[in-house]
C-alpha cells in the first residue's frame, strides 16, 4: 500500500471521489459560497483569487464563489461583475488559480430582491411583490414579466462568460431569503400571474432559470441549487413546503445538486449562521428529511460541520454525497489536507462565532476569522512562522490568546520564549468565556496556541504574577505585554462600596459563581455597558442560579456590538429564558442597597424604580488595559511590546491578530 492510500484510508468516504455533470471531484469536499469583500471597484483582484486559491490547495474539491454582479442593477463594489466581459481576463486567472488545483470552480448566481440585513432600507431593490422584508422592511420594485425574462437573460449570459473562462459550473442561491426565495416563498409571494399562485407558478422562475441555464452551458456544465429547507418564517418554507419545493425543482434532473439552507432574512436569519449555542450539524435530520424528495439528485450537507470524522460520517451513512463547509475553511483553508495526513489535531478549529459575517456584513470590511490572522495571505495554507535570523530572549506577560498567539508564533521562529501568567490554566478571558453557555467552542483557539507553543519549545511559569523584577530576571531581550484589561467601575458605584467587592465587576461575579455555583431565591442583576457576547451568556447561567435576572444599560437596547445574526439569538435566549430587560436606566445608589433593594433611575427623566430581593449586582463594562509594567520594564532598557487588551480593548479577532503580529516581528 503507498503513502497516499494508507493516508486516504483515515477518512475514506469524505476523500473518496465523485462526479457532477461529467466533471470528476477528488473527494467530497465543497467549499460553500462564502462573501469575502476581496473584490474591488467591481473587478477579479489578486487577494480575490489567492483566498480561493488557498481552499484548493488545502484540498477542497469544489469551490462555490461568492455572489457575482450578473447583472447590470448588481453594482456594488465588492461584486465581480460578469455581465460583460470587463472582468474576462481576471476571470480566466481565477478559475485557471482554482481549477489548475484540481478543484472544480462554481460561480454563484443570486440575487438579495429585498432582502438587506444593515441599517436602512434598499430604494433599489427588486422582487415579487410589494410586501416588506422582514428586516429593514423595504418594499421592493415588483418585477413584470418582461423585466424577469430580462433577468433570466441576464443570468444565462453571465453563466455562459464564467463558462467560458474556465469555471466548471454555477450554483444559483434560492434559500436565505434572496429573490429567487422570495419567489418560491408563499409567505412573500402572493403574484397571480405566470410567476406566483400555486407551487408550479411560485417555483417556475427557478425552473426556467434551470432549463435555461442547461440549454445555453450543456450538459458538462454543474448546475447546482441551494434551495431553503427551513426559512423560519409563519407562512413561509418550512421542512413540508421544502420537500414539495425539492420534488418540483429536481423531478427533471436538469440540475447536478442539491443543497438546502436554513433561515430568511427575518427573525429566523441567525438559522443561517448557526452558532455554539445549538447543537454541531443542527441540520442533519431535516437534511435526510428532505435527501427523499430530490429524485436521487445529489444532496450537499450544510450547517456547522466542523469535524473530519464528522464530515466523513455523514458520507458513510448516506445522509448526502457531499459536504460543504464555509466557516471553517476560512479558519483553516488546510482542514482537510491536515487531516488526510493525520494531522486533525493541528487544524484551528472555526469556533462558529460568525466574526466573519460581522466583518464583512457589519463592518463592510474583507473576511476576517478570530482563530486565522492570515486570511487569504499567499502563504496561509499550513502556514509555518519563518526562523528567525537570530534567537533573542523573549518573555510574554499574560497567558490569555493574544499573548499565546505571540508565544507560539515567536517559539516557532526559534526564540527562547517563557510565558509568565498570573492564572494556573492559559486562556484568559476567554477561558471563561469558554465555560459560559454557548462558548465550548472557544476553548479551541487557546488549545491550539498552548499546543503550538510547548512543540515550539515556549516554557510556562503559571500561577504567579510576574513583577518587574522578575520579569527582568529572565534577561529578556524582548517583552510582549498581554496582561490584559479590567473593566472600568461604572461612576454611579461608590469608592468604598467597590473596595470593600460589594459589587464585583462580571467577571469576578462569574469566576465566583463558576466555583461556588448554588441556587438562590434572589434576583441578579447584570447593568450592561459592555454589549457583547460573554455578558449575556453570563445572564444565561445565571438564570439557573437566580430566581430572577435583569439587565439594565442606559442605551435604547442590549447587544448592540455584536453582529446581527448573533444578536437575533442573544434577543431571542434572553425571552425564552426569561430575562428582564431594563433599558435607558442605571443603578441609582442608596443605602437600600444593604437590605437587598436597588434602586434604578431613567437615564433622561430621573424617574426611579426598583427591584427588590436582589442578591447579586455586577457590572459589565468598558476596560481599561492593565499596562502597569510597560514603565518600569522600558526603564530597565526593555524592549516592550503591547498587545490585545493591554494595548487596546477588544475582542478575540484584534486579540489573536496583534498576538500573531508581535510575534513574527521579533
Given at each position: 500500500?503507498?503513502?497516499?492510500?494508507?493516508?486516504?484510508?483515515?477518512?475514506?468516504?469524505?476523500?473518496?471521489?465523485?462526479?457532477?455533470?461529467?466533471?470528476?471531484?477528488?473527494?467530497?469536499?465543497?467549499?460553500?459560497?462564502?462573501?469575502?469583500?476581496?473584490?474591488?471597484?467591481?473587478?477579479?483582484?489578486?487577494?480575490?483569487?489567492?483566498?480561493?486559491?488557498?481552499?484548493?490547495?488545502?484540498?477542497?474539491?469544489?469551490?462555490?464563489?461568492?455572489?457575482?454582479?450578473?447583472?447590470p442593477h448588481q453594482n456594488a463594489p465588492a461584486r465581480v461583475r460578469v455581465w460583460n466581459d470587463d472582468n474576462a481576463e481576471g476571470l480566466r486567472r481565477w478559475a485557471d488559480a482554482v481549477e489548475s488545483?484540481?478543484?472544480?470552480?462554481?460561480?454563484?448566481?443570486?440575487?438579495?430582491?429585498?432582502?438587506?440585513?444593515?441599517?436602512?432600507?434598499?430604494?433599489?431593490?427588486?422582487?415579487?411583490?410589494?410586501?416588506?422584508?422582514?428586516?429593514?422592511?423595504?418594499?421592493?420594485?415588483?418585477?413584470?414579466?418582461?423585466?424577469?425574462?430580462?433577468?433570466?437573460?441576464?443570468?444565462?449570459?453571465?453563466?455562459?462568460?464564467?463558462?467560458?473562462?474556465?469555471?466548471?459550473?454555477?450554483?444559483?442561491?434560492?434559500?436565505?431569503?434572496?429573490?429567487?426565495?422570495?419567489?418560491?416563498?408563499?409567505?412573500?409571494?402572493?403574484?397571480?400571474?405566470?410567476?406566483?399562485?400555486?407551487?408550479?407558478?411560485?417555483?417556475?422562475?427557478?425552473?426556467?432559470?434551470?432549463?435555461?441555464?442547461?440549454?445555453?452551458?450543456?450538459?458538462?456544465?454543474?448546475?447546482?441549487?441551494?434551495?431553503?429547507?427551513?426559512?423560519?418564517?409563519?407562512?413561509?418554507?418550512?421542512?413540508?413546503?421544502?420537500?414539495?419545493?425539492?420534488?418540483?425543482?429536481?423531478?427533471?434532473?436538469?440540475?447536478?445538486?442539491?443543497?438546502?439552507?436554513?433561515?430568511?432574512?427575518?427573525?429566523?436569519?441567525?438559522?443561517?449562521?448557526?452558532?455554539?449555542?445549538?447543537?454541531?450539524?443542527?441540520?442533519?435530520?431535516?437534511?435526510?428529511?428532505?435527501?427523499?424528495?430530490?429524485?436521487?439528485?445529489?444532496?450537499?450537507?450544510?450547517?456547522?460541520?466542523?469535524?473530519?470524522?464528522?464530515?466523513?460520517?455523514?458520507?458513510?451513512?448516506?445522509?448526502?454525497?457531499?459536504?460543504?463547509?464555509?466557516?471553517?475553511?476560512?479558519?483553516?483553508?488546510?482542514?482537510?489536507?491536515?487531516?488526510?495526513?493525520?494531522?486533525?489535531?493541528?487544524?484551528?478549529?472555526?469556533?462558529?462565532?460568525?466574526?466573519?459575517?460581522?466583518?464583512?456584513?457589519?463592518?463592510?470590511?474583507?473576511?476576517?476569522?478570530?482563530?486565522?490572522?492570515?486570511?487569504?495571505?499567499?502563504?496561509?495554507?499550513?502556514?509555518?512562522?519563518?526562523?528567525?535570523?537570530?534567537?533573542?530572549?523573549?518573555?510574554?506577560?499574560?497567558?490569555?490568546?493574544?499573548?499565546?498567539?505571540?508565544?507560539?508564533?515567536?517559539?516557532?521562529?526559534?526564540?527562547?520564549?517563557?510565558?509568565?501568567?498570573a492564572s494556573r490554566e492559559v486562556g484568559g478571558k476567554t477561558r471563561l468565556h469558554a465555560s459560559l453557555p454557548g462558548g465550548e467552542a472557544l476553548s479551541s483557539i487557546y488549545d491550539y496556541q498552548h499546543?503550538?507553543?510547548?512543540?515550539?519549545?515556549?516554557?510556562?511559569?503559571?500561577?504567579?504574577?510576574?513583577?518587574?523584577?522578575?520579569?527582568?530576571?529572565?534577561?529578556?531581550?524582548?517583552?510582549?505585554?498581554?496582561?490584559?484589561?479590567?473593566?472600568?467601575?461604572?461612576?454611579?458605584?461608590?469608592?468604598?462600596?467597590?473596595?470593600?467587592?460589594?459589587?464585583?465587576?462580571?467577571?469576578?461575579?462569574?469566576?465566583?459563581?463558576?466555583?461556588?455555583?448554588?441556587?438562590?431565591?434572589?434576583?441578579?442583576?447584570?447593568?450592561?455597558?459592555?454589549?457583547?457576547?460573554?455578558?449575556?451568556?453570563?445572564?444565561?447561567?445565571?438564570?439557573?442560579?437566580?430566581?430572577?435576572?435583569?439587565?439594565?444599560?442606559?442605551?435604547?437596547?442590549?447587544?448592540?456590538?455584536?453582529?446581527?445574526?448573533?444578536?437575533?439569538?442573544?434577543?431571542?435566549?434572553?425571552?425564552?429564558?426569561?430575562?428582564?430587560?431594563?433599558?435607558?436606566?442605571?443603578?441609582?445608589?442608596?443605602?437600600?442597597?444593604?437590605?437587598?433593594?436597588?434602586?434604578?433611575?431613567?437615564?433622561?427623566?430621573?424617574?426611579?424604580?426598583?427591584?427588590?430581593?436582589?442578591?447579586?449586582?455586577?457590572?459589565?463594562?468598558?476596560?481599561?488595559?492593565?499596562?502597569?509594567?510597560?514603565?518600569?520594564?522600558?526603564?530597565?532598557?526593555?524592549?516592550?511590546?503591547?498587545?490585545?487588551?493591554?494595548?487596546?480593548?477588544?475582542?478575540?479577532?484584534?486579540?489573536?491578530?496583534?498576538?500573531?503580529?508581535?510575534?513574527?516581528?521579533?
Open positions: 500500500m503507498n503513502e497516499t492510500m494508507h493516508l486516504d484510508s483515515l477518512y475514506p468516504c469524505l476523500l473518496a471521489p465523485f462526479e457532477l455533470a461529467g466533471k470528476r471531484l477528488r473527494n467530497r469536499l465543497v467549499h460553500a459560497s462564502m462573501t469575502t469583500l476581496m473584490g474591488q471597484n467591481n473587478r477579479v483582484t489578486e487577494r480575490l483569487i489567492q483566498y480561493h486559491a488557498n481552499r484548493a490547495r488545502g484540498g477542497a474539491a469544489l469551490i462555490v464563489t461568492e455572489p457575482l454582479g450578473v447583472a488545483q484540481d478543484c472544480r470552480l462554481l460561480a454563484q448566481l443570486q440575487d438579495p430582491g429585498r432582502g438587506r440585513h444593515v441599517p436602512g432600507r434598499n430604494p433599489d431593490a427588486i422582487g415579487a411583490c410589494a410586501l416588506p422584508d422582514d428586516i429593514s422592511w423595504t418594499v421592493p420594485h415588483v418585477l413584470s414579466i418582461d423585466e424577469i425574462r430580462r433577468l433570466l437573460d441576464d443570468f444565462v449570459a453571465a453563466a455562459q462568460r464564467v463558462q467560458r473562462s474556465g469555471f466548471s459550473g454555477v450554483e444559483i442561491s434560492a434559500g436565505h431569503g434572496h429573490l429567487f426565495h422570495q419567489f418560491l416563498s408563499p409567505w412573500s409571494n402572493h403574484r397571480d400571474d405566470h410567476y406566483g399562485g400555486d407551487l408550479a407558478g411560485r417555483t417556475r422562475l427557478v425552473a426556467e432559470l434551470v432549463t435555461a441555464l442547461r440549454a445555453g452551458c450543456g450538459r458538462q456544465f454543474i448546475i447546482g441549487l441551494k434551495l431553503p429547507g427551513n426559512d423560519g418564517v409563519a407562512g413561509g418554507v418550512g421542512p413540508a413546503e421544502a420537500e414539495r419545493i425539492a420534488m418540483q425543482l429536481t423531478r427533471s434532473r436538469e440540475v447536478d445538486y442539491v443543497c438546502f439552507a436554513q433561515g430568511s432574512h427575518a427573525r429566523s436569519l441567525e438559522l443561517h449562521v448557526p452558532d455554539g449555542h445549538g447543537p454541531r450539524a443542527p441540520y442533519l435530520p431535516l437534511i435526510r428529511q428532505l435527501r427523499g424528495a430530490t429524485y436521487g439528485v445529489p444532496v450537499v450537507a450544510l450547517g456547522r460541520i466542523t469535524d473530519p470524522a464528522e464530515a466523513d460520517a455523514i458520507i458513510e451513512r448516506g445522509d448526502a454525497e457531499l459536504v460543504a463547509l464555509g466557516r471553517p475553511l476560512v479558519t483553516d483553508p488546510a482542514w482537510l489536507e491536515k487531516a488526510r495526513r493525520g494531522r486533525a489535531h493541528d487544524i484551528r478549529y472555526c469556533i462558529s462565532c460568525n466574526t466573519c459575517w460581522d466583518t464583512i456584513v457589519t463592518q463592510h470590511k474583507p473576511i476576517a476569522c478570530d482563530n486565522n490572522p492570515r486570511v487569504g495571505a499567499p502563504d496561509e495554507v499550513d502556514w509555518r512562522p519563518a526562523r528567525a535570523p537570530s534567537r533573542r530572549r523573549v518573555a510574554v506577560i499574560g497567558a490569555g490568546i493574544a499573548g499565546l498567539e505571540a508565544a507560539w508564533v515567536a517559539a516557532a521562529r526559534g526564540h527562547d520564549v517563557i510565558v509568565f501568567s499546543a503550538a507553543a510547548l512543540r515550539a519549545g515556549a516554557r510556562f511559569e503559571l500561577g504567579h504574577t510576574a513583577s518587574a523584577g522578575d520579569v527582568t530576571a529572565a534577561k529578556p531581550d524582548v517583552v510582549v505585554l498581554a496582561s490584559g484589561s479590567e473593566m472600568i467601575a461604572p461612576s454611579w458605584l461608590p469608592a468604598e462600596i467597590r473596595a470593600a467587592g460589594l459589587v464585583p465587576d462580571l467577571r469576578s461575579a462569574m469566576h465566583t459563581l463558576l466555583r461556588h455555583a448554588a441556587p438562590n431565591r434572589g434576583a441578579a442583576v447584570i447593568f450592561d455597558m459592555d454589549h457583547t457576547e460573554a455578558t449575556y451568556a453570563s445572564a444565561e447561567l445565571m438564570r439557573r442560579l437566580f430566581s430572577r435576572v435583569i439587565l439594565m444599560t442606559p442605551r435604547e437596547s442590549f447587544a448592540q456590538d455584536t453582529a446581527l445574526v448573533t444578536r437575533q439569538g442573544i434577543v431571542r435566549r434572553i425571552h425564552e429564558h426569561a430575562i428582564e430587560t431594563l433599558v435607558f436606566t442605571e443603578p441609582h445608589w442608596t443605602e437600600r442597597f444593604e437590605d437587598g433593594v436597588l434602586e434604578y433611575r431613567n437615564v433622561y427623566t430621573g424617574v426611579l424604580g426598583a427591584i427588590e430581593d436582589v442578591a447579586l449586582l455586577a457590572y459589565s463594562t468598558p476596560r481599561a488595559p492593565v499596562d502597569g509594567l510597560a514603565v518600569p520594564l522600558r526603564a530597565a532598557g526593555i524592549d516592550v511590546r503591547l498587545v490585545g487588551d493591554c494595548l487596546n480593548a477588544r475582542g478575540i479577532l484584534a486579540a489573536t491578530a496583534d498576538g500573531h503580529a508581535a510575534g513574527n516581528a521579533i
